[in-house]
Nanobody, 121 residues
Framework: QVQLVESGGGLVEPGGSLRLSCTASGSILSINTMGWYRQAPGKQRELVAACTSGGTTTYGDSVKGRFTISRDNAKNTVNLQMNSLKPEDTAVYYC???????????????WGQGTLVTVSA
C-alpha cells in the first residue's frame, strides 16, 4: 500500500519561510506527478504546486514567485519551499501523488494526511 507522509508544517510569522517535505513509500516503481494542495477553513482544496517526473512544474497563481517545488524521483520525495509567507497562506497542506506504479498495482491518486501551516504574528 502506498503512503505519503508529510513533514515541516508549523507556525511562522508573516514574511517568513517554511519548507515542507513529503516522502512516498510502498514498493514504488514510479510516480507521474507529485505535488501539494492546500485547504483553508471554509474553502475548497486548491493546487499549490505540482511537478511531473520529467520536471515540469505548475503553480497556483497565488503562490507564483514565492513558493518553489522540487522533487527527487529516485527517493520518491517532493519538497515545497515557501518564502514570503502571508496570513492567507494559512491552511492544511496535503501531499498528492498521481499515477503511481508499484510492484503490485497502479494507483490513480494518493493523498497524505496533511500538515498544518499557520502564518501569524
Amino acid at each position: 500500500q502506498v503512503q505519503l507522509v508529510e513533514s515541516g508544517g508549523g507556525l511562522v510569522e508573516p514574511g517568513g519561510s517554511l519548507r515542507l517535505s513529503c516522502t512516498a513509500s510502498g514498493s514504488i516503481l514510479s510516480i507521474n506527478t507529485m505535488g501539494w494542495y492546500r485547504q483553508a477553513p471554509g474553502k475548497q482544496r486548491e493546487l499549490v504546486a505540482a511537478c511531473t517526473s520529467g520536471g515540469t512544474t505548475t503553480y497556483g497563481d497565488s503562490v507564483k514567485g514565492r513558493f518553489t517545488i522540487s522533487r527527487d524521483n529516485a527517493k520518491n520525495t517532493v519538497n515545497l519551499q515557501m518564502n514570503s509567507l502571508k496570513p492567507e497562506d494559512t491552511a492544511v497542506y496535503y501531499c498528492n501523488g498521481q499515477s503511481i506504479r508499484t510492484t503490485l498495482r497502479r494507483y490513480f491518486e494518493v493523498w497524505g494526511q496533511g500538515t498544518l501551516v499557520t502564518v501569524s504574528a
